[in-house]
């Protein structure tokens, strides 16, 4: 087996999510600007929309269930869509119009230009991913990613993206739930609905 197909496991993919956890830390910034950025859209009758492929889908779905039902403290329902869960609308739309664009005909459906829409991809490169981020676009929909590392498509097409420095898809699935999570809470905090901690029993 060559080094480069050798998968990180135990220790190693460990100490893999150790390092990203210390670069994603660097983002804590661009996270809390997106929660207030979401605040405005939201309080102006706006959405989020999620977007992904695999692991991602699951993670697009993830964050809109955390804010359509809750991510600790209760609160309103708030206006997210994962254009994914619908298999009767995705096979048809794969079936007639072909999977790249799958996501960008929902887009052209469900979004407005007061929207947000985050695309979700490990590798950034995802066809029908960027044809949905060129789709928002077109339509002034906010477009903003969480990706693999840098140079990617993705990162290029979209106003915003954290890309996550890691080879392992694994690791930056990983990270990137984690800064769905910080997503979450900041939202929380700039809604008043939960108070941030006063101090950390420990640092990165």
Known sequence: MKSGNVLPTGRLHLAALRQVLRQIGNETATVDSWAGQLVTVLDAGGKLLAVGNGGSAAEAQHLTAELVGRFRDDRPALN???LLPDTSCLTALCND???EEIFARQVRAHGRPED???AISTSGRSPNVLAAVEQARKMSITTWALAGRRPN???EA???CICVDSTSTATVQEA???LIHLLCAALDCRLGVSS???SVEAEL
């Open 97 to 99: 119009y072909g999977v």
């Open 153 to 155: 498509p993705l990162g």
């Open 176 to 178: 990137h739930l984690i």
């Open 116 to 118: 947000v829409l985050i």
């Open 80 to 82: 997210a869509l994962a």
């Open 196 to 198: 941030p901690l006063e």
């Open 158 to 160: 979209c106003d915003e």
